[in-house]
């Protein structure tokens, strides 16, 4: 009888031994791995923050990236909100023990990176956030089954992310079709500017002012007096107006003193403008989808004898958010992300040849659709050729459009704590501002439709391989442990080297094939000789 008691002594020890090796080896693996997941998320978003600027050659790929980089990380001191929505608003980690909850966190994370590196060695912008919600989802529903999901808060994200699309669809069509019908492709032109400018600008300007302050930025305490002392008074509307008022007296005063060289400048600043609020609502909104999971893990393992729902409560420091949002803008400078702004660039393009592929069914689908497109003349100007030898993919006025729209409508989200994706909402507004001056009424218009086909499809399925993947690593690493960590970081790293081999493949494919497109008589001759 003491053999047995001293036996079952023993394997109680050596259980509560074996609990906190897992919690301290788990939390050091989320801590490392939310490093990697902040340069995923920079690597495959960066297409949304510097598309526009970048398509419309307005400055280069690398001064954008600059811009985008000290934006995301002021925004993403300010993101305190959207990471309580993402990292304890999905699923109550309180239903379930510290051991499980960690678990979830390091799946998601295996699943994530992954997943995120193969889109982007691939060309193709994914939704993190979707990414996020749906890892979340899968691996919660291994640990605790349906009771443990907060379907409200859940459904209210997804539903958030789905009209955010069609949102800035509706918005970004009739804005462009609105200015372009006013501007034309006179950009530059001071007589023009004169007539239109102050009311565009101006527009531009409230609306990003507006939504920054007001409803991206209104936890902030002076946002939080501004709001109250000038907003709540008047009314959001009277709010509006002013903004516009003063911005559109401020750009004609401009144009009017400056002349020429303001007129030349006016769209181009609007741009870089847009590109920087835009880049500072991304690090509020989407720091949550790589920070959340690997601080709330940090959290567990710092008190862990207090239980989950202490762990959960504690706030998030500054310093901690903004070294985060540093590692989006290193994940933004890397080699692969050039990949997915060039795809998102030419997708949108108003160039006629694009270095573009999709799968063969979705260009039927596309060359199916575009017979009903009908014979209306182009209101997109024809593509220029910069010194450098650069073809523009899109024009001034249209970069920002798409910057002005996405950057509200993201922003408005993450002042209601949604986080909304970025990359829904850039890319919506991409198509839309493009149908808008009817870019498929030429060049490789079935390409360009059949692209997006095959972006739409692909988000899709990234919501299903996040749920299904995180599901299943996640009971992996419950069951087998620490083998269970390292089984799936193994598995992680053979897939991302399959991936990028097969995704390098297909990029010189797609580059030879653009090539043969833009001088078939070349490869004519070579295929005779």
């Known amino acids: ?169 509706i918005a970004a069509f009739f804005i462009q079709r609105i200015v372009r019908g006013a501007v034309r492709d006179r950009t530059r032109n001071l007589t023009v500017l004169l007539a239109h400018g102050s009311w565009i600008g101006g527009g531009m300007l409230a609306g990003l002012t507006y939504f920054m302050l007001v409803k991206g930025m209104k936890h902030i305490a002076f946002v939080k007096h501004l709001n109250h002392d000038f907003v709540q008074s008047y009314g959001p509307l ?12 401020l750009i004609h005063i401009l144009l009017v003193l400056f002349g020429k060289a303001a007129a030349r400048r006016l769209f181009p600043t609007l741009a870089v403008i847009g590109t920087f609020a835009m880049a500072f609502a991304f690090g509020q909104n989407d720091l949550a989808n790589c920070a959340s999971p690997g601080l709330a893990a940090l959290n567990l393992l710092r008190h862990w004898h207090e239980g989950v729902a202490v762990a959960t409560k504690i706030s998030i420091p500054v310093w901690a958010l903004a070294g985060c949002g540093a590692l989006l803008g290193l994940g933004m400078m890397t080699k692969t992300s050039q990949r997915v702004t060039s795809a998102a660039v030419h997708a949108g393009s108003m160039a006629h040849q694009v270095r573009l592929w999709a799968p063969r069914w979705c260009i039927r689908i596309a060359r199916l659709l575009l017979r009903f497109r009908g014979k209306q003349p182009v209101l997109a100007p024809l593509p220029e050729v910069t010194p450098s030898g650069k073809t523009t993919h899109y024009d001034v006025l249209r970069a920002c459009v798409i910057l002005s729209v996405s950057a509200s409508v993201i922003a408005t989200a993450s002042g209601f704590g949604l986080p909304v994706s970025t990359t ?90 653009a090539r043969e497109r833009a001088h078939p008589e070349l490869f004519a001759e070579e295929y005779e000789g």
């Open 1 to 169: 009888m003491p053999d047995t008691i001293l036996a079952s002594t023993n394997l109680l020890l050596a259980a509560g031994l074996s609990q906190k090796l897992f919690l301290i080896g788990a939390g050091i693996v989320a801590g490392g791995m939310l490093l990697w997941d902040s340069i995923e998320v920079g690597r495959n978003d960066a297409a949304n923050l510097v598309n526009a600027v970048f398509g419309a050659r307005v400055i280069s790929r690398r001064a954008a990236i600059l811009v985008a980089a000290l934006a995301v990380i002021l925004g993403a001191a300010a993101s305190s909100q959207v990471m309580e929505t993402a990292r304890k608003g999905i699923f109550d980690p309180t239903a379930i023990t510290i051991q499980q909850a960690l678990a979830v966190y390091v799946s998601v994370y295996i699943v994530d990176t992954v997943l995120l590196y193969g889109y982007s060695a691939f060309g193709m912008p994914v939704s993190t956030t979707a990414c996020l919600v749906f890892e979340l989802l899968g691996a919660a529903l291994a640990m605790g089954g349906l009771g443990v999901i907060h379907w409200p808060k859940a459904s209210k994200v997804i539903i958030a992310i789905i009209a955010s699309i069609f949102t800035t669809g």
């Open 424 to 513: 829904y909402v850039a890319f919506a507004a991409i198509v839309a501002t493009g149908m808008a001056d009817r870019i498929l009424q030429r060049g490789d218009a079935d390409l360009k439709l059949a692209r997006t086909i095959w972006v739409v499809f692909s988000w899709f399925a990234a919501a299903l391989i996040a749920a299904a993947a995180a599901f299943g690593v996640c009971l992996l690493v419950f069951h087998a442990g620490f083998a269970g960590i390292a089984a799936g970081i193994a598995i992680n790293l053979a897939v991302r080297r399959v991936l990028r081999r097969r995704a390098d493949a297909l990029e010189a494919r797609v580059r030879e094939a």
């Open 238 to 249: 009277v709010t509006l107006l002013v903004l516009w008022a003063l911005f559109g007296i």
